[in-house]
């Protein structure tokens, strides 16, 4: 491919980046790109440590908090390709700008929301801004980083960003929950965004496909419906039961939506999703993996925190810290893939991430209601250390297997595995845990006579049924906050358990599809 041509796709940037030859700062920009990306990944567990404050003030039931958890990853998910082929068409720089104004926007308002709905409705706006930052950062990276090493190295060192966030979000939740009020985990996204618009107005530079098809607004319709749909039948089951007509109703509509989405999407002489894409295995596997890792560490966070806040008593700030391993083992292992993967290919590196994320997901699905942190401490290590280890190869994998053109969408396609996948996890996992919870009080409670409302806050969540045993008081307020915990113990051994046989086989899937090098079928 020539310089020509090249540069025709990425001009030269303005401000220093640009000047002295091509990009001259690269290391630079990437600190920046790994910033804002660090804000956006971050924010998807953050929240997770908040939960129990927004249960207190609000009195959001599970599956309140469940949406307000998934509403950010539903829009994040669902925009990201149009937003990855927007930035394609118009410039990736100032889709980023867009996105960095638009998710301080939302921060600010899901800060200061008074109810469940429009908490929801705020983070749902939030996924907007995301959705136009993640794609933006990682097709910016792959324009910068031509040389095969150096992007590597450099995409090495964001999917190791992407992951730390998702990992350090309870930590600096619990900090900020420990001197501030809880919305405070959505303002400080605030004043970091405003910086990152002045580094990026100066330091990025601008690129673009001008080849680029025009946007697919009626594919990111299909795709955002049919994900909102799945999920709400999914999330709102163990409240209506998995057979009630409108859970089925919903669910089997998704089945459609998401049908139509493939038939438009292959049909589409403008599709947002290029489906040609996965006649590559090397493409297909690996996008597979990045959306199963996340199901396993969106889903497991969202179950480990309420776990080491409600049953085991700890504050947000004391759950941030314990949950900090799976920090640091990420930050240690991401980098360190990316030299396994150059020494013995991505496969082993890969296979061997997720079955270590299996391996932790089995040891954490047999805690007890008596257990103590030291028992799920080494799963705790397992999953970080496995998510390391998988991110960065697979990431590198989806994005080598396209030509630098594609980056937008390439890397529209690789983050919306990474929320389908996380939105999925928590719905997934959260629906379970719900399920053998309410399954486990409901016969109980059917001998003790109370108001319809108390009865909704006690199989609600487990927050609910705390703050009941409170009020109620002496031994029955005990005896129900003991039998409430265990019965949510219960329902996240049964999550998680369930997690880790389907990264398990996923795993297999690497071992026998995903090609060892980079080699595109």
Not at 244 to 271: D, K, M, N, Q, Y
Not at 417 to 425: D, E, K, R, S, T
């Amino acid at each position: 491919m020539s310089q020509r041509s090249a540069a025709s796709r990425t001009p030269p940037a303005v401000g220093p980046a640009g000047r002295g030859g091509r990009f001259r700062h690269r290391w630079l920009v990437l600190a920046v790109l790994c910033v804002s990306l660090l804000l956006v990944s971050l924010d998807n567990t953050i929240l997770n440590v908040a939960l129990p404050d927004i249960v207190r003030s609000m009195h959001a039931s599970a599956s309140e908090l469940q949406w307000i958890v998934d509403s950010y990853v539903i829009v994040f998910a669902g925009l990201l390709l149009v937003v990855g082929s927007l930035g394609d068409r118009w410039g990736r720089k100032w889709v980023f700008l867009a996105g960095l104004v638009v998710f301080a926007a939302g921060s600010a308002t899901s800060a200061f929301s008074a109810t469940p709905d429009r908490l929801i409705a705020a983070r749902a706006f939030m996924g907007i801004g995301a959705a136009s930052i993640m794609p933006s950062t990682l097709s910016i990276l792959t324009n910068v980083f031509t040389d095969a090493g150096d992007r590597a190295r450099a995409i090495g060192v964001w999917s190791g960003t992407s992951g730390l966030g998702v990992a350090i979000g309870p930590i600096a939740g619990g900090w900020l929950l420990n001197h501030y009020w809880w919305g405070s985990v959505f303002l400080v996204n605030v004043p970091i965004a405003a910086v990152g618009v002045a580094a990026v107005a100066w330091l990025v530079p601008n690129s673009r496909n001008p080849a680029s098809k025009r946007p697919d607004p009626l594919g990111g319709i299909l795709s955002i419906a049919g994900m909102g749909l799945l999920l709400w039948g999914i999330i709102d089951a163990p409240t209506r039961s998995w057979t009630s007509p409108l859970v089925l109703g919903a669910i089997t509509s998704a089945a459609v939506v998401l049908a139509a989405f493939v038939l438009w999407e292959r049909h589409s002489s403008h599709p947002m999703l290029e489906m040609s894409f996965f006649s590559s295995r090397r493409f297909s596997v690996a996008v597979g993996t990045m959306g199963f890792v996340m199901f396993a560490l969106m889903g497991g966070l969202f179950l480990f925190t309420q776990y080491l806040q409600f049953s085991l008593g700890y504050t947000a700030l004391q759950t941030g810290i314990r949950l900090a391993p799976v920090a640091a083992v990420v930050l240690v292992a991401a980098p360190l893939s990316t030299v396994l993967a150059r020494i013995a290919g991505a496969k082993p590196v890969v296979f061997a991430g997720m079955g270590l994320i299996a391996a932790g997901l089995m040891i954490s699905a047999r805690v007890t209601v008596h257990g103590s942190y030291m028992d799920v401490f080494p799963a705790y290590l397992l999953v970080g250390t496995g998510a390391g280890l998988a991110f960065a190869p697979a990431t590198e994998s989806v994005m080598g297997s396209l030509p630098p053109e594609q980056a937008g969408v390439g890397s529209g396609t690789n983050g919306a595995a990474l929320q389908l996948g996380g939105g999925l996890g928590v719905g997934v996992l959260g629906s379970l845990l719900n399920t053998r919870y309410q399954d486990h009080l409901r016969p109980v409670l059917a001998h003790y006579p109370m108001p319809k409302s108390v009865l909704h806050s006690i199989t609600g969540s487990l927050g609910g049924a705390l703050s009941v045993a409170q009020s109620v008081g002496g031994t029955l307020g005990r005896e129900l906050a003991d039998f409430a915990r265990a019965s949510f113990v219960e329902g996240m051994d049964l999550a998680v358990a369930v997690a880790g046989i389907v990264v398990a086989v996923a795993a297999l899937a690497v071992l026998a599809f995903l090609p060892n090098r980079g080699r595109n079928r």
